[in-house]
């Protein structure tokens, strides 16, 4: 592969987000050019993976989230429509928002914190182990938990977070939490 | 989007969004600010030091030479673990070598020059890294908002129902709580990649005193270094019986030869002067994520085989391409600009993401107005203070305490918007006897 497919790549993924733009401007949608665009963007993108690998991606997402910051600054120095008449800043009425719970609040931020956090270790520690006797190598299997860690914490803490009810919070660290100890109690943690 | 989700989904999803976004977004802010800055690190050691010699290349002799006349400055000390020979490149044309208690800069000819004086690079590097804290808890810390970032662009997304048909809509100019929100999703929406590639990165940087750690601890003793060493390699065994300096020469001229395509950036000499000393050589490869592959030497010069960052297994690839996906350091100064634009937007969306917050507070009928004074104090303090750390620099010289300077202008910053926010208060204040009781 050439520069010119690289280049070609990112002018497509940078293409992909102009039709969009002139698409999603439109009074109506229409699938036609929402396609082309994701179409540009995402075969823009693969282009550029198939001649530089990991870089040209990052090269070629860069070019199309350049394209759509210039595109947004665009937007930012026209001037408004006076068409519609602004809404007016609604006023909740205060006697409708809730009371300050600061022990709710805390006990929230303790398990969505550090013991999802905990979770979430162990989690990435069985897979791992489960990995490893797939197999694959030390090396990967490593790497899986260090990449692990900060991907599953977060996507627990805002599961936790989605819900109200402490019943189903407790339980989304508790489920995963036995489901990790099936692997680490019958390979053992170092496996 | 919107079908896809019911609007007890979307309304759940702004409230995940909230108290996430209310936790973190002071330091989150700083880190932001501090990362946008930090990408131009190899730009402003030369900003620093203006004096220092420059060169495009250095001769292999040249190094060798170098090397020992550092060594010999520190005869009589205790010996240097490791030697760090940071080679010329096109963002940093300068030859330096660091050892455990010394940083010098070299000319051309291998000759010590001057002592490197980059106190404020590795300040903000610091500030950014480990908010000037010790490195385990500080780095923790900031692995812990890198995790955080991932939560708020996935609730973000979630408590977004409109987030492509809006995506070009940036009413900037309206100036009111409509222009604040704009500015928060538009940039948010299109900086997406951008910030997961970034938030993950540093979240796996940070969070390897958890993560490495718990590793090390349940799998290979506590020993961290045994945990890692299946991806980076593992140091030599240790000798400390004298012997004569390794040679570098063969070692660069070996690298020359045989890998024309590659470019040196840094040579390594473990454990100096002794018997259990090794070469090591990064070499960075062209258009490639991974910060580069070592190459080991015998202290004769001798090739005895790489590490595999570059071409090895997937594990080692990945770990190795998270340095330069973070700092933004993989395609010279056009990536630098783009990362910087997309950082300083990153931060514009958590600053207004607090403001949007004290809106809906504000409409709610309870308005925060010393909240709001502090989070103007803050969104302004950070990157003054990060100015007034660079005048330091200039007028003080590489001694200035950077960190006081830093966190006391932040304080005074917003100590001075809330102070200044009760002043206006109190003369809003009705009076006294009001007009009813007259």
Known sequence: MSDGTLWLGCALAAGGVAVLRLSWGRPHRDRGLNALGWAGIAGGTLLAGLSEGAWGVAVAVLCATSAAALLLAHSAVEKPRAARRSAPTVRIAASAARPARPIHGLTTFVLGGPLALAVAVVLALAIRVAAMRWPVAEADGNVMVLALVPLLWPLLAFAMLMTERRRAQFAMLLVPLAGAAVPLLLLGSAA | MSALLSKDIVRRGVAAHSAIGLVCCALLYLICVSGATIVLYEEFQRLEQRDAPEMDSIAPQAVERAVAAVVASEAGQAPTTHLYVHMPSEALPRTTITTDTQAVHVDATGAIAVPEENAWSEFLLALHYRLNLPPVWGMTLVGMFGAMIVALGVSGVVAHPRIFRDAFRLRARRKDEIATLDWHNRLAVWTLPFALAIALTGAMIGLFYVAGFSLAATAYDGDSDAALAPVFGAEGEADPAPAPLPRVAPVLAHMAREYPAVRVSYVILHDPGTRGQHVQVIGEHARRLVFGEYYHFAPDGTFEGT??????????????????????????????????????????VVATGTFIWLDKQARKGRPRPLVRAGWWGVTLGVPLAILATLIARLALGNGAPFVAIFWAVTVATVGLAIARRRVRTRRRLPPANPEYAR
């Open chain 2, 307 to 348: 590490t595999g960052l570059a071409d090895g297994e997937a594990g080692q690839q990945f770990a190795a391409s998270i340095y330069n996906l973070h700092f933004g350091n993989y395609g010279g100064l056009p990536v630098k600009i783009a990362y910087i634009v997309f950082g300083v937007a990153l931060g514009v």
